[in-house]
């Protein structure tokens, strides 16, 4: 749980995976945002199949409930417009990131690649425990 949505003096989510990944998603400039997006889209257009793969494993993963939650929590709190590629970008970097475990390498960077571009970190906490 990121520490942005804890209580004050909380410390159970210090320096997780997840907290950077709430900070730093909510701290994104609208620069970042807009190359986002370019890239989501992208990726989208050139590897469609590929990605809906990624999502499918990441959701047997983590089974449909929490990845329902885990997507819908971290869309929500990014801000960004319902099915805007920057929303689907971050919904799945947030599923990628809590199954990264259980996610061949290639299915975790499909789907954290297009937020990775503004928070670089993403690609190798793939293989963090």
Same mark, same amino acid.
């Given at each position: 749980m990121?520490? @942005?949505f804890t209580k004050e003096d909380d410390d159970r989510a210090s320096g997780s995976v997840v907290? *950077?990944?709430?900070q730093g998603? %909510? /701290?994104l400039s609208d620069p970042a945002r807009n190359l986002i997006a370019r890239r989501q889209q992208? @990726?989208?257009l050139q590897r469609r199949a590929e990605i809906e793969d990624a999502r499918h494993a990441a959701q047997q993963a983590l089974g449909e409930g929490s990845y329902r939650e885990i997507f819908d929590s971290a869309t929500q709190r990014s801000g960004d417009a319902v099915n805007s590629?920057?929303?689907w970008a971050v919904g799945d970097a @947030?599923? /990628?990131l809590a199954s990264r475990r *259980? %996610?061949?390498p290639g299915r975790y960077a499909l789907l954290v690649s297009p937020l990775s571009v503004a928070l670089p970190w993403l690609k190798d906490a793939g293989s963090q425990t």
């Open positions: 990121s520490r @942005a907290d *950077r990944f709430y998603v %909510l /701290g992208e @990726a989208w590629p920057t929303w @947030a599923v /990628g *259980r %996610l061949e």
